[in-house]
């Protein structure tokens, strides 16, 4: 039995998960679990970098506290986000979020200097206000002290990685999240940077995810009081983790997937990049996946509606509301009625009453609103599953083949309702689980790091081999199809 250590943080809370590897199977055990909460301060909405480094610490001792023999560890992240260290390998300040409103607020200004296709058309992944370089072109134009400071830039799992073992080391999943990582050159794009003034000497040749970085310093060691443990680099964009442990196992039929949690990203995997003109069009875009190759994806603004409903709802009641009772009340209201586009401009940013705002996007529209918490629950839920056949047909579409049956993972996964609901919708079967496929997906790059895989294949039958999964068949599909076709007029 070997023991690895994962740390996977999303956009809104982390674990720190031991999983345990006996050669055929593993169990994974949460021992660390924290909150993930963005601070803003003089107006710029940033990452608390230094408390989540300190959850991981915790996460450490914990993990060797319960169990000393730890073969590696290795941290993934959300994508886009990054900071930067100096000469003297000093972190210089907290990375920006990426729903900071300065830097989604000039993307038009920065496609003057280099036009939005052609930012696709030379990286080719997805093009949109929240990604790296354009917080870079924010950074330039505010003439950012951290960018003359700065002697290499890293990714928030990079930054991480460097911080417990000293390595500073881009990654290439995460690297293509950017927009300054060429996929088809297979290098940062000095073009790019170069057209909005970014030192290209601060980018390094992305590693790839398998790769140790060494173990971690002798002055954490002393300090936490654990022995050293290796730093095994995994696929660090959380995504790319979520994709890489998909369960797939000997299954041939033409697959996609969809991860589910705060973003939602329906996707396929391609041998290269897709890159044309009805993908960009399309809203659609590539990144890179565990094996360095690519999956064509496009995002859904998924969860974190509904995520911000809870607080507001929660506020409202002044004591905690649960998932199961969210799901539970959206059971309870009538079925198809009222339905959104999730992807919708105004749902992006923080908002504090979203249920507000859900009634008024809709009275804008024409559409009746929803009534209490029950009714807009289930108009999100109905809506997100309606959004996911809207991409799934685009995909097809776009790569001229038909989906066969859709692999489902993440923490959406553990909302019954709305795997039924995304099934019916698409009238595709959908295969869910497991609940943690980027935990899954982390571990089988550390076990390839470690020698104990040799493959992404090999891997995934591992994962498959490991997981309890659910089908879900498609079922009154004649009531989804007329309640797309309102969809489509409604959210429109």
Known sequence: MRNYLVFDL???????????????????????????????????????????????????????????????????????????????????????????????????????LIPRFELFRLTGAPVYSI?????????????????AAAKRFLMMPDLFHYLLCG??????????????????????????????????DLFAPPVLPGTSLGKIRKGVCRELEVSPIPVVVPATHDTASAEAGIPVGQDSRQWAFISLGTWGVVGVET??????????????????????????????????????????????????LSWDEIVGMSLAAPPLQS???????????????????????????????????????????ESIALKLRFRLEQLQRLTGKKIEVVHLVGGGTQNTALCQWTADAAGIPLIAGPVETTVAGNLIMQLKGSGEISSLSEGRQIVARSSELRTYEPRETEAWDAAYVRFLRQAG
């Open 10 to 112: 999303g956009a809104s809370n982390g674990r720190a998960v031991v999983a345990r590897f006996d050669g055929s199977r593993f169990t994974l055990e949460v021992i660390h679990r924290f909150d993930n909460r963005p601070v803003c301060a003089t107006g710029v909405l940033y990452w608390d970098l230094l408390r989540l480094y300190s959850e991981l610490r915790i996460g450490i001792q914990k993990a060797q506290k319960a169990y000393p023999d730890i073969t590696s560890l290795g941290v993934d992240t959300w994508g886009v986000d990054f900071g930067f260290i100096d000469g003297s390998g000093r972190l210089l300040g907290n990375p920006v979020h990426y729903r900071d409103d300065r830097r989604n607020s000039l993307a038009e200004e920065a496609y003057s």
């Open 339 to 381: 339905f959104i586009d999730v992807d919708d401009p105004v749902f992006a940013p923080f908002h504090p009453d979203v249920p507000a705002l859900i009634v008024e996007h809709c009275g804008a529209r024409g559409v009746r609103p929803p009534s209490g918490a029950g009714e807009t629950a289930r108009c999100i839920y």
């Open 167 to 200: 390595e500073a080391a881009n990654e290439y999943t995460d690297a293509t999240t950017t927009v300054a990582y060429s996929l088809p050159g297979s290098a940062w794009d000095s073009h790019i940077l170069e057209k909005i003034g970014i030192r290209t």
């Open 271 to 320: 041998e290269r990049p897709v890159i044309t003109e009805a993908v960009f069009e399309a809203g659609w875009g590539n990144e890179g996946s565990a094996d360095g190759k690519s999956f064509l994806e496009a995002n859904v603004t998924a969860l974190w509606i509904v995520q911000q409903c809870r607080e507001k709802w929660t506020k409202e009641r002044g004591a905690e």
């Open 131 to 147: 990604m790296s370089i354009f917080n870079l072109y924010a950074m330039k134009k505010d003439a950012a002290p951290e960018l």
